[in-house]
Structures are given as C-alpha cells and as structure tokens.
C-alpha cells in the first residue's frame, strides 16, 4: 500500500513564525501536491511538483513557498505565517501518470491541522 | 483556468435512499479525468470512482455510479442503497491532462439518516 506520511496531525505556531509542514512518500511518485482544506471553500491547490527541484503555483501559493530537494519529499513552507493561513493542510501524490493510465489516482496523507495564534 | 462547481453545500437521505451528488466544471480541454473523492469524519481521502474523459460508458463501483455528461461538462455521482458509512464530504475533482493539476469542488457533505 502507498504511504503518504504528514509529520504533524496537529501544529499551533505564531504569528510571524517560519513553519514547515512535512510529507513524505514510500512509493517514488514523481507528481505530489499541497492543498489547504477550509469550511465551505474546498480543498484549494497551493503548489504542485513534477520532480525533484520542479514546483509549480497552484491556485492559491501567496504566502507559502515549497521545497523538493528529494524525490520523496514535498515540503510546505510558511514564510511567516499569519491567522488566515490556520486551515487543514493536506499532502498528495498522483500514481500512476495520466496520458494513457487506467487507474491514476491522487493518495493523501492523514492531514496536518494548523492553528496560528 | 479550470473550475469545479458543487452547488449542493449539504444533503441528507434515509438509509437506503438513493442520493445524486451534483458537479459541474469548466475546461477547454479535450481530455482530463474526473474524480469522486469521499472524506469521512476520519480526515482521510478515499477515491470513491473516476471517470476518463474519452470513455463515454459511465463508471461503476458497486452502489456508486457516474453520469457522465460532456458536452455539458456535468458529471454526477449517484449512490444507490446508501448506508450509514456513506456519511462524509464528497468532492469532485479535475485532473488535466495536461498538466496533471489537479482542482477541486468546494465539497458536499452527506448525511445518511437511520
């Protein structure tokens, strides 16, 4: 079975603290992404990766960075976080490929809850 | 850019009911896939059914099935018999093709009544 592993189910950080937020893959997934889930808005795609040291903006990256030094590793960076960024945080990798795959599917791990006070 | 659209924020059937969870989306795409993802009170993400663009024969899993609508860009989930477990939030995503980014609808949350 694929793991998908968030570091923290739960994280309370301050304002104007740099914040990391952890994912890790066991199943060489090349594609992995972020979203943040909030009441009634969905879940909202902040950055995704291709490969190692690609990113791309999602729908909404202001205010966050991201980090892919390692193929099995995505990391989601609060350059200084703010109370609009407290959300649920979810991390996701996409196996196998479209174009052609019969069975591609994103995996999520079990979710980061961020409060920032 | 693409969009997802789930005008439905909350539902509630009997046990045993027969629910459609309605989507809509936008894209100038030819070819994506489509995606019903469940997430019950757990957190966890569980794919419940996808559809590939170019196929026109609905996707079935057992009590869950799509219909899938093209040229409207509509693509519904209907859960048949449902059951307690089925209480959760449904979303419904858009994979390009192109790209592989992935959007999703702002969800709607289910409630199976006893």
């Known amino acids: 079975d694929v793991k998908v592993t968030q570091s923290s189910r739960y994280l309370v950080k301050r304002t104007g603290e740099k914040v990391f937020l952890e994912c890790v893959q066991d199943?060489?997934?090349?594609?992995m992404f972020w979203y943040r889930q909030d009441p009634g808005l969905g879940l909202r795609l902040i950055y995704f990766s291709y490969d190692v040291k690609m990113k791309e903006k999602g729908d909404i990256p202001e205010g966050y960075s991201v980090s892919r030094e390692k193929k099995e590793r995505f990391s989601l960076i609060l350059e200084s976080a703010s109370t609009n960024q407290t959300s649920m945080y979810l991390c996701a990798t996409l196996w196998p490929l479209g174009r052609g795959a019969t069975n591609e599917k994103l995996f999520f791990g079990s979710g980061t809850q961020l409060s920032v006070l | 850019a693409q969009t997802v659209t789930q005008s439905q924020p909350e539902m509630s059937v009997q046990e045993a009911e027969t629910v459609t969870l309605s989507c809509t989306y936008d894209?100038?795409?030819?070819?994506?896939?489509l995606f019903w993802y469940k997430q019950p009170p757990s957190r966890q993400m569980i794919l419940v059914i996808r559809q590939e663009a170019y196929k026109q024969q609905n996707a079935t899993e057992n009590r869950f099935s799509v219909n899938f609508q093209k040229a409207a860009k509509s693509f519904s989930l209907k859960i048949s018999d449902s059951q307690l477990g089925d209480t959760a939030m449904y979303f419904c995503?858009?994979?390009?093709?192109?790209?592989?980014?992935?959007?999703f609808g702002k969800g709607t949350r289910l409630h199976i009544l006893p």
């Open positions: 199943m060489d997934h090349e594609n």
């Open positions: 894209t100038s795409e030819s070819n994506y896939y």
């Open positions: 995503a858009f994979d390009s093709n192109r790209d592989d980014k992935i959007i």
